[in-house]
Every structure is written in structure tokens, then in C-alpha cells.
């Protein structure tokens, strides 16, 4: 007969079994997150244009996996390429993922070795300290960063290089070379080898189903461009990192754009570069173009001018660069004035001699993104840092543009980037007088400052009696705000990170109870 006093004993072995079950449900839902890892940071889209992602799980399990859309700018001829990523590592969960995702290419990550096409690609890898991941870069020797370029051209690393039968290290890689290379889960591509015929190649080669478009190039903002950050992060397990990096960048950015709230003009510009006859000038709805917007300046180029996708002529663009007090030149690399306006004995197209007359040459306001570039011993063209860093620098480049249309703010950095292109023997008379803009009339969208750089006719008187302790402070207070933001969100992501993780224990333990 069962008395009263057995029942602390039942309770009590009652008690162990349901903590052995539970520590048993425990343990199997450990070694099923294993096989399919958790994501530590959920990225969001901020700033990109072509750039989606959606977090969702799929309909038998609850395995987390983003599904990324890709939409190229209209006229690119490629359609928009969909993508889903999962820590799911077992070849069962794999193909659960990609029956419900049949469109999409399904990747693994993070990947454990995959190639990339171009310096842009190398930046954002090297931000991440992850570039170890590399096999296989087209030409090494166009790498400005000499801790990467160091790294792969080590033997021990066995990457490999293959170039393009054209000799350019970033347009038209061998696909075939590709395929080849082992121990590669992704081939990173972007727009320029991704036209139809590249897909095809791609398709032919066999490595259609690695290859993901980092499509940065189509981005109409420096911010939507520096978001591709967080694709590189997901893809190499470095997705909270990447967030903390780009937030850092927006900070810094939104910082420099303030600094046009002190501007007291705004100056007519022309940002553009050219080859033979043709010019190939930044245009609305282009990350170049929102430089323009965001330093405050009147863009010579009509917004609604429209020109053929293979540039402009050059006629009209003497004609639009004439109007212009700053020339921005796009690594033209020329060593003086002088030495451009008599360039022509090589070019029979263009009569450079015409270059003299235009007023940003008169002005000896010319200046050349090429601070950083270096001649490669063995190459025709030299690698630039500004077509590399540059994409995880935009408050730098953003700066540096304010600095040089608006001298009256020079002492908020230095250049890094842009270099002023010397006279030389040219000399001429500017039309502009040294200490006023040109003439106010509007060309384009630029004539309006941003939200966070407005000001009134008060707030330009103070500006032109800024001293230069008043820079000097508003500089140190805008870059300690920028700090102290940066550090509430990388704490901030810490604690999303660690909450999450408890919440998947305390799903496993649910799961468990539930008989699940």
C-alpha cells in the first residue's frame, strides 16, 4: 500500500527523468544547429538601390536563410539574379533549401574559398580580414593593398592568377581557368563579366551555380555602394562584423556631409574623365553624382540630359567642362596643365590644345583622383587606391571633394584621394573672380542642400566669419559624435547577438517539451 511518504520520492524521480529528456532535446537540438548553423546578425537593407534581402525559414524546419535579390540598372541586359544563403551544411537540409528556393542559387556559407574579379571585391574582403579566402585574382599586380597583394603573390598561398586574354586584370576573366581552381565555393563576379554573353560563358563553364554579382557599380548612392559590405560579410561569416563596419561608414559619412552647412557658395562643376574623343561624365542617379549633391556644389551637366551609354562627344563635353569653375578628372594622371594641353601628338582624335581655354584650366582648378595611384612595373596602367578603398572610404572621398570646391573648409582633412594637377608652363586668366563662385545660374538637382547642411542667410554670415579654432572644434565634435555612435551600435549588435543565442536555447527547450 502507497502512503503519502513515497510521494517526495516520486516527485524526486519524476524530476530526474524530465531533466534527462530535456538535457537529452537539449543535446539534439545543439548538434541539429550545428549542422545548421544560426546566423549571428540578421542584416538589413539601409541605403542600397539594387540590393533585397529577406529573412525567412523554410516551410519544414525552422532553418534561417536570406534570400538576397540583385537588380541591375535598366539597360545592363541582366535580368535579376536571386540568391539564398544557408548554414545548413548537410547535403539533406541543402536540397530542402533548394527545392523551396528552385530559382535561386542555394550557397553554403560561409564559404570556405572563393575568387574575385576586381579591386572593389579585394577592399571589402580586406575590410572584413578575410582575404585569406582567396584562390584564384586575375592580376595581383592592380592590388593597391600591399598587405593582400603581399599575401597572394606569397607562393606558399598557392593563389592562383589568371589573366584576361586582353590583359586587364578586372574585365573578362577565363571562366574556364575558373572552373578549374579548387577548393572554391564562390566566385565573386560583377556587372562587366555579367551580361548575357557572361552568363553564358559562366553557364558553359559550369560554375553558374557559384557565381554571385557584386553589383556595387550600379549604386545611385556612396552609402548604397559601401552596403555590399554586408553581402561579403554574409557570405564569409562575418555577417555582425560587417554591420559594425557599415555603420561606422554611414556615421563618418553623414559627419562629412555636414561640414557644407559652413560653405559660403556653391560652385559649378565638372566630374568627368575621357578617352580618345569620348567623355564619360557622372550622371543623375549615380553614386559619383550624390557626391556632387552631398558636397554642395551646381553640376554642369543637365539631370535631364541624355547621351548615348557609350559617352558623350567631345564637342559637347568642352562645351559643359568650359562652363565649370572645378574640374573633377578622372585619372586622366596628367603631370601639369601644360603637359595635357599639348598631350595630342598621341590622340589624332582630340585637338587637346582646346583644354587651355576652358576656365577650371584658367583657374588652375583641375584635380585628379589619381593621388594614389603607382606605376606597375610590367603593366601600361597603374593600380589606384581610389578604385579600391575608396568604396569603404566615401566620407574620405566625400571630404576631399568639399575641400576643393569650397577652399574655405580645407582645414577639415587632408587628401588622400585627389590630387591638384600643377600649371606648368600653361598660364591664363581666370574668368572667375578667386573669391566668389561663377555665375548662380541652376543647371541640375544640386542647387538644394541636404536635410542636415541647411542654412539661412544668418547662418552664412557666420560662415564667413568662421575662424579656424570654430572648424577646428566643429571637426573634433563631429568626430567624436561619429565615435561615440559607432561604439552604441557595435554594443548594440553584441547584445542582439547574445539575446538571439538565448532565445534559440530556450526554442530548443520549447521544441522539446513539445514533443517536437
Not at 556615421?251 to 575621357?274: C, D, H, M
Not at 549615380?286 to 557626391?291: C, E, G, P
Not at 582645414?411 to 600649371?423: D, E, L, N, Q, T
Not at 591664363?428 to 566668389?436: L, T
Request: charged content about 15%; glycine content about 6%; some cysteine.
Amino acid at each position: 500500500t502507497r502512503t503519502r511518504d513515497h510521494e517526495p520520492t516520486r516527485s524526486f524521480r519524476v524530476n530526474i527523468m524530465r531533466v534527462v529528456i530535456a538535457l537529452f532535446a537539449l543535446i539534439a537540438g545543439v548538434a541539429d544547429a550545428s549542422s545548421c548553423g544560426i546566423f549571428s546578425y540578421h542584416s538589413e537593407v539601409e541605403s542600397s538601390d539594387t540590393l533585397m534581402m529577406h529573412w525567412n525559414s523554410t516551410s519544414t524546419s525552422a532553418h534561417a536563410v536570406v534570400h538576397i535579390v540583385v537588380t541591375p540598372s535598366a539597360g545592363r541586359g541582366v535580368a535579376p539574379q536571386k540568391y539564398v544563403l544557408t548554414k545548413c551544411t548537410s547535403a539533406a537540409d541543402k536540397a530542402e533549401v533548394q527545392a523551396e528556393y528552385s530559382d535561386a542559387v542555394v550557397i553554403t556559407v560561409p564559404v570556405k574559398g572563393l575568387t574575385a574579379i576586381d579591386t572593389v571585391q579585394i577592399a571589402l574582403l580586406d575590410t572584413l580580414d578575410k582575404y585569406t579566402l582567396l584562390r584564384a585574382y586575375p592580376q595581383p599586380l592592380l592590388i593597391s593593398s600591399t598587405v593582400v597583394r603581399t599575401w597572394i603573390l606569397n607562393p606558399d598561398h598557392l593563389v592562383e592568377s589568371h589573366v584576361a586574354p586582353d590583359g586587364y586584370g578586372g574585365f573578362g576573366t577565363d571562366f574556364a581557368a575558373q572552373a578549374n581552381v579548387s577548393n572554391v565555393d564562390v566566385h565573386l563576379s560583377s556587372i562587366f563579366e555579367y551580361g548575357a554573353s557572361g552568363e553564358t560563358a559562366y553557364t558553359a563553364a559550369g560554375v553558374r551555380d557559384k557565381m554571385v554579382l557584386i553589383n556595387e557599380i550600379d549604386e545611385g548612392t556612396p552609402l548604397g555602394r559601401a552596403e555590399w559590405i554586408k553581402v561579403v560579410g554574409l557570405l564569409t561569416g562575418k555577417e555582425a562584423e560587417a554591420q559594425v563596419q557599415f555603420s561606422q561608414i554611414k556615421a563618418k559619412y553623414e559627419t562629412a556631409k555636414s561640414f557644407v552647412a559652413q560653405a559660403t557658395s556653391q560652385p559649378k562643376v565638372w566630374y568627368n574623365g575621357f578617352y580618345y574623343d569620348i567623355w564619360y561624365p557622372a550622371k543623375s542617379g549615380q553614386y559619383t553624382y550624390q557626391y556632387l549633391v552631398d558636397a554642395y556644389t551646381q553640376y554642369v551637366l543637365p539631370s535631364n540630359e541624355v547621351f548615348p551609354v557609350g559617352g558623350m562627344k567631345w564637342a559637347r563635353g568642352l562645351e559643359l567642362a568650359g562652363k565649370a569653375q572645378f574640374w573633377l578628372s578622372n585619372s586622366q594622371s596628367w603631370a601639369s596643365l601644360s603637359s595635357a594641353a599639348a598631350a595630342s601628338s598621341g590622340v589624332p582624335l582630340v585637338d587637346f590644345s582646346a583644354l587651355s581655354n576652358l576656365a577650371p584650366f584658367g583657374c588652375e582648378n583641375v584635380w585628379d583622383n589619381d593621388l594614389s595611384s603607382e606605376t606597375v612595373v610590367g603593366l601600361d596602367y597603374p593600380r589606384n587606391d581610389f578604385f579600391e578603398s575608396g568604396v569603404i572610404n566615401p566620407d574620405q572621398i566625400l571630404k576631399e571633394i568639399i575641400m576643393i570646391v569650397h577652399p574655405e573648409l580645407s582645414a577639415i582633412g587632408s587628401h588622400k584621394y585627389f590630387r591638384h594637377v600643377p600649371s606648368g608652363t600653361l598660364k591664363r586668366n581666370c574668368p572667375f573672380d578667386a573669391s566668389s563662385s561663377p555665375a548662380t545660374t541652376t543647371t541640375t538637382a544640386t542647387t538644394t542642400k541636404s536635410t542636415t547642411a541647411s542654412k539661412d542667410t544668418g547662418a552664412t554670415a557666420k560662415a564667413v566669419g568662421l575662424t579656424g579654432l570654430n572648424l577646428g572644434l566643429t571637426v573634433a565634435v563631429a568626430i567624436l559624435g561619429s565615435s561615440l555612435i559607432a561604439l552604441a551600435l557595435a554594443t548594440s549588435i553584441i547584445f542582439q547577438r547574445r539575446m538571439r543565442a538565448a532565445r534559440v536555447m530556450t526554442k530548443f527547450s520549447e521544441n522539446s517539451a513539445l514533443g517536437a
